[in-house]
C-alpha cells in the first residue's frame, strides 16, 4: 500500500512539473513573439522618422557640392554653376516646394571683380617646351600641356626655386588675382608659395627670402593655407592660417584671392577659405610677383590661367549714371553657357541696384573673343546673356520683363585679339541701361 503511495505521490509530481515547464515555454514563446513584433514595429517608426527628420533637414542644409574642376580657357575665361533644387519632405499631402535660388548656396564668393584687368596669363603666346618669355628663374621650368585640362602650363619643374614676372603691375590698394594650379603628387606639402611684393627699384631676379620692401607669402599647400605679411624692418610678420578646402594633387584648383587694403581673403571650392583683416603692413604698395618653391618641402606644381583685375567697381555710377556697365566678374566654362558660382558677387551687386531702382530696364549683351569660328562665338553670346538674366530672375528676384538679352559675338572687341591680355578683355558681359 505504501509503496502505490508513493508512485502515485511521484507520478503527480512529475506530470506537475511538464505542465508547469509547458506553461513556461508557452509564455516564452509568446513573450519572445511580442517582443520581435514591438521590435519591427519600433523599426517601421524609426525608418518613418527619419525619412521625415531627413526631408525636414534637407529643406535648410546648404549644398555643399564643390563645383566642377576649373579648366583652362582655350577661348573664354569664365566659369559655371548647376542648377539644384531643395529636397522636400515626405508628407500625405501633396505640396510643391519652389527650386532654391541655384547661386545661393556659394554665397562666400562675395568678391567683384572690376572693370580692368591688369594682367592675364595662359601661357599660350610660348611655345611647348621653351621656358615661358613673360618670366625667368634661376631654377628649371617650362611650358607642356596637361592630360588632365587644355592648353598651355607652366610647369615649376624644381623643388626649391623662385619664377619671378619680370612685368612691373601697378597693383591699387584693392584687386583680385586668380589662377588655376595643379599640384604635382608626392610626399612634400606645399604646392607653391606665390608672393606678392613692393621695390624701390626693378630687380628681375631679387633672391631674398623676402623680396622688396615690402609683401605678403600666400602659401598654398595639401595641408592648410597660410599667409604671411613682411616689411622691411618690421620685427614680426602678420599671419593667417586655414585648413579649409584644400588644394587637391593632380586636379585643376582655381585660387581667388582678393586683396583689399591690409585685408586678404583666399577663395577656393565653392567659398571662402581665409579672411584675415590685417594681414599686410600699412602702407605697402605691390608692384611684383613671383612663385617659390622650398626645399624638402615643396613638391611642385602647373600654373595657368593667371588673371588680376581691379576689384569693388562703382557698379551704381557705371549702370545707372553712365548708362554701361562692364564686368569681368561672371564666369563660364569654356564654351559652357551656365554661370558659375564665383559670379555671386556681381550678380548680387548688380541685382541690388536693378532691385533699389525698379524703373530701370537693362539690356544684357554677351561678348568673346576671336578664337574659333564666327558663328559658333554669336551663338555662344547669345546664350550667355539668356543664363545671366535666367540667374538675375531666378536667384536674385529681379523681374525679367525688365530684362533684354542680346550676343555680340567676337563683333565688338575692345582691344586687339593679339595677346592673352587683350583676349581677356574682350570676353566680358555688358549690361545696358535702356
Not at 46 to 55: C, I, L, M, P, Q
Request: proline share 4%; hydrophobic share 35%; net charge positive.
Amino acid at each position: 500500500m505504501k509503496t502505490t503511495q508513493i508512485f502515485l505521490m511521484l507520478f503527480f509530481c512529475l506530470v506537475s512539473i511538464s505542465l508547469k515547464a509547458q506553461i513556461d515555454v508557452e509564455k516564452k514563446v509568446n513573450d519572445q513573439a511580442k517582443n520581435r513584433t514591438n521590435k519591427n514595429v519600433n523599426q517601421e517608426i524609426n525608418k518613418g522618422f527619419n525619412a521625415v527628420e531627413s526631408g525636414v533637414k534637407g529643406l535648410f542644409k546648404k549644398n555643399k557640392t564643390a563645383p566642377p574642376p576649373v579648366q583652362k580657357q582655350v577661348k573664354d575665361t569664365t566659369r559655371k554653376v548647376q542648377n539644384q533644387k531643395a529636397p522636400v519632405a515626405s508628407t500625405t499631402t501633396t505640396t510643391t516646394t519652389p527650386a532654391a535660388p541655384s547661386l545661393q548656396s556659394f554665397s562666400k564668393y562675395d568678391f567683384v571683380p572690376g572693370d580692368k584687368v591688369l594682367l592675364y596669363e595662359d601661357f599660350s603666346q610660348d611655345a611647348v617646351g621653351d621656358f615661358p618669355a613673360l618670366w625667368t628663374t634661376d631654377v628649371a621650368g617650362e611650358v607642356n600641356t596637361l592630360n588632365i585640362a587644355p592648353g598651355n602650363w607652366f610647369n615649376l619643374n624644381s623643388t626649391e626655386g623662385t619664377y619671378w614676372l619680370m612685368k612691373d603691375i601697378d597693383f591699387p590698394k584693392n584687386f583680385i588675382i586668380e589662377f588655376d594650379i595643379v599640384p604635382k603628387k608626392g610626399g612634400a606639402r606645399y604646392a607653391a608659395d606665390l608672393v606678392l611684393f613692393g621695390e624701390d627699384r626693378h630687380s628681375e631676379m631679387d633672391k631674398n627670402g623676402d623680396p622688396g620692401n615690402c609683401g605678403i607669402h600666400i602659401t598654398i599647400a595639401k595641408t592648410l593655407w597660410d599667409t604671411k605679411g613682411y616689411k622691411k624692418g618690421a620685427n614680426e610678420k602678420l599671419t593667417g592660417s586655414s585648413s579649409v578646402n584644400l588644394v587637391q594633387e593632380e586636379k585643376v584648383n582655381h585660387v581667388i584671392v582678393w586683396v583689399q587694403n591690409r585685408r586678404v581673403r583666399i577663395y577656393h571650392q565653392g567659398g571662402k577659405v581665409l579672411d584675415v583683416p590685417t594681414n599686410i603692413y600699412d602702407g605697402s604698395k605691390f608692384s611684383r610677383m613671383c612663385f617659390k618653391l622650398y626645399r624638402g618641402a615643396s613638391c611642385g606644381s602647373y600654373l595657368s590661367n593667371i588673371k588680376i583685375t581691379t576689384a569693388a567697381p562703382d557698379t551704381r555710377n557705371k549702370l545707372l549714371t553712365e548708362g554701361k556697365l562692364i564686368t569681368y566678374g561672371i564666369y563660364f566654362d569654356v564654351n559652357k553657357d551656365i554661370v558659375k558660382p564665383e559670379s555671386y558677387g556681381t550678380l548680387k551687386d548688380i541685382a541690388t541696384i536693378l532691385n533699389e531702382v525698379p524703373d530701370v530696364k537693362v539690356k544684357i549683351l554677351g561678348h568673346t573673343d576671336s578664337d574659333g569660328q564666327d558663328a559658333a562665338n554669336l551663338d555662344l553670346s547669345k546664350r550667355r546673356a539668356a543664363s545671366v538674366k535666367a540667374e538675375l530672375a531666378n536667384s536674385f528676384g529681379v523681374n525679367a520683363d525688365r530684362l533684354e538679352t542680346d550676343g555680340m559675338g567676337e563683333s565688338q572687341p575692345v582691344a586687339p585679339n593679339d595677346s592673352p591680355v587683350n583676349k581677356a578683355l574682350n570676353r566680358r558681359v555688358e549690361f545696358v541701361k535702356l
